[in-house]
């Protein structure tokens, strides 16, 4: 935090008791992403906020929200809300991220010290530099809800790749949901959950290269606007192998209607010795299979759970579902990022990494799927 942005800071803070609740203000969009996935009740379980103010264009889903928030103050125009009431916290909730960069900007200007936004964070690695810049200069504390990336296990699953438990680490493997978004919007929607696993795993992306397909032929430069507001968009069938550090690359698949209930939406790391594997909001979210994946076993073998004590280890903690799947353990590290002024476990600059990668796979596309490197020169949408 630099001195003028400590400066700005000192009247709030001396008008602020110790205990006061920091004072929320709920963003959504009722039929344009509405409130995400529950980012405006999260804030309800905690005793150190109070909701004191949600904005929605939409009249019926305005109401419906100050229903399920309390007694609040509502606004038609999220940056009314944000001129008039000034809150300290503010959640950017539609899963439609054309409205997210925005709104975090405009909560940036209004004085906000945190927020949490739906993800996908923001539509092109230029609206990603803008708010990443903004952050930094303002002390704002940013977390994208990458719900997974708050759950206490990872670093523990971080050190069992790095400390050689499992052999070598040879690739990282990720496949979407694959259900009627199969391809690049499964790509945005949930392989961003995915790729930012990938980057907090082994590091930031070098390069990458990724061929796109519209009903089983290479797809052309018909673009169409893309649902959720993630703007052009083409292709049902994505294979994307990016560049990680270390030279292990990340691959990332999607086909249209390939998933159904026995869908494969989840990461493998795949080493000499076993393999790592994580299903997205699911508990326990990592299990461990040992022995050599690339040959087969005598002897049967049964995947063992990892929990937040060790691997094979029962939990200890018994409501970890419900504190990550409430986003409660989101927001608790965004509280304390915003008291003690570090960073989220899932920043600003993570949420540009994956907008990075995104694009990356669409810029290999639209160049004939020739290797792209990172950081990306093209900073607006590779398919604009």
Sequence with gaps: MTRRTFLELLPLLATTAPNTPLRVGILGHTGRGNFGHGLD???LGLPTTAVVAVADPDPKGLAAAQTRLGPVRAFADP??????VRPELVSVCP??????????????????????VEKPFVRTPAEADEIVGLCREKGVALAVAHRNRYHPVLPLAKKILEDGSL???????ARGKEDHRGGILDLWVLGSHLLNLACFLSGPPLACTATVFQAGQPAGSDFREGDEGIGPLVGDEIHARYEMPGGVPLFFDSRK?????????????????GILDF???VEPLVHVLPGNPLKPHPEARSWVPV???GIGVPEPRKDMARWISSH?????DLLESVRTGRQPLCGPVDGRWTVELIHGALASHRAGGVRVPFPLTTRGHALG
């Design 41 to 43: 009740t999260a804030w």
């Design 79 to 84: 940056h009314t809300l944000l001129d008039t």
């Design 95 to 116: 899963r439609h991220v054309d409205q997210h960069h925005a709104w975090i900007i405009a909560a940036i200007h209004a004085g906000v010290r945190g927020i949490y």
């Design 167 to 173: 052999g070598q680490l040879l690739e990282l493997r």
């Design 257 to 273: 209607d390939a998933g159904g209930k026995d869908s494969a939406f989840g990461l493998q790391a795949i080493c000499t010795r």
């Design 279 to 281: 299903r997205i909001d």
């Design 307 to 309: 929990s937040s004590a």
């Design 328 to 332: 409660q353990a989101a927001l608790e």
